[in-house]
């Protein structure tokens, strides 16, 4: 299965070494975005690599190709068109997810869940209020990114983390000798599932909406319980147009026990009533 978080490019023109800086270059620009002092952690990939040396792109290049990578940091967000509750709603988020890049380390198993339930007005549709891209931004906050070859050219890939829709999720656990620990490797320290309720319906499972539904929260169950007996935990980070009422009723009691713990009080955000930002675009 491709991986979902690797961003292809064509050859670069750059030898190993160079794509080693390269990626460290990036890697510490996007730190940076997030104000951490210093630079990303090293690797013993990079134990050969003087700091003397001079950096092959600058950094208006390095954010070029950030943003032609898909990288996204939580500053690319626009809010602009936020009314002034909607703006203290995400600034109050926003706080919340800079306090999980700053303790998820420390705390294994620290975990971060975006909800937003659809409203009556299809401006607030539950969708484009930034979900994913917090997510993703903070999965790659602290994953480090490394250059490798390929018969495509090279591949920017982050370690330490996964990220899935949750459609592929479920395609996983079709698979035969399947397990949760396939998803969250050795040295993982994030899982990312983007769009729970989206899944669609299991491919081997009967048709009706309960042995539909049994089996979903059955999987997840695998998948939440990993996280939170490994040692250490893994954190993860989940999406969903749904409230926490829904959340519950959707993964089941078993889960959410264990969801509640990973993700305390400040850590779960619900944010109905922020308008979508691609029909605000829209014009509409």
Same mark, same amino acid.
């Given at each position: ?7 292809r ?30 630079? +990303? ?13 001079r950096?092959? +792109?600058?950094p208006?290049?390095i954010?070029a ?6 990288i996204?940091i ?20 926003m ?25 009556k ?13 917090? @997510? ?80 979903k ?22 999406? +969903?147009?749904?409230?926490? @009422? ?7 009691? +078993? ?18 009533g922020?308008?979508d ?8």
């Open positions: 299965m491709a991986d979902p978080i690797l961003v490019r064509r050859e670069l023109g750059l030898d190993v070494r160079d794509r080693r800086r390269l990626a460290r270059e990036i890697n510490n620009m996007v730190w940076r975005a997030y104000g951490t002092n210093g630079n +990303a952690p090293s690797s013993e990939s990079d134990s050969n690599l003087a700091d003397t040396e950096p092959l +792109a600058s208006d290049e954010e190709l950030r943003l032609y990578c898909g996204p939580l500053s690319d967000l626009n809010t602009d068109h936020l009314n002034a509750a909607e703006q203290k709603l995400w600034a109050g988020m706080t919340a997810a800079y306090q999980w890049r700053d303790r998820h380390l420390e705390e294994p198993g620290l975990s971060f869940v975006l909800l937003s339930e659809p409203g007005s299809w401006l607030y549709s539950g969708y484009g209020c930034g979900k994913t891209h917090v @997510a993703r931004a903070l999965m790659f906050s602290r994953s480090k990114l490394h250059w490798t070859g390929t018969v495509e050219g090279s591949v920017l890939y982050a370690d330490r983390a996964c990220y899935f829709r949750a459609a592929e999720i479920m395609a996983l656990f079709d698979q035969d000798g399947f397990s949760p620990e396939s998803i969250a490797k050795a040295g993982t320290r994030v899982v990312v599932v983007d769009d729970l309720g989206r899944e669609g319906n299991l491919r081997w499972e009967k048709r009706t909406p309960e042995a539909q539904r049994a089996e929260q059955a999987r997840y169950f695998r998948l939440i319980d990993h996280c939170y007996w490994s040692k250490p935990r893994i954190s993860l980070i989940l999406t +969903a147009n749904m409230n926490r @009422a829904g959340l519950t009723e959707f993964l089941g009691e +078993a889960s959410m026990s264990r969801l509640d713990e990973m993700a305390p009080a400040g850590f779960m955000w619900d944010l109905s922020l308008p930002v691609r029909r605000v675009r829209s014009g509409r």
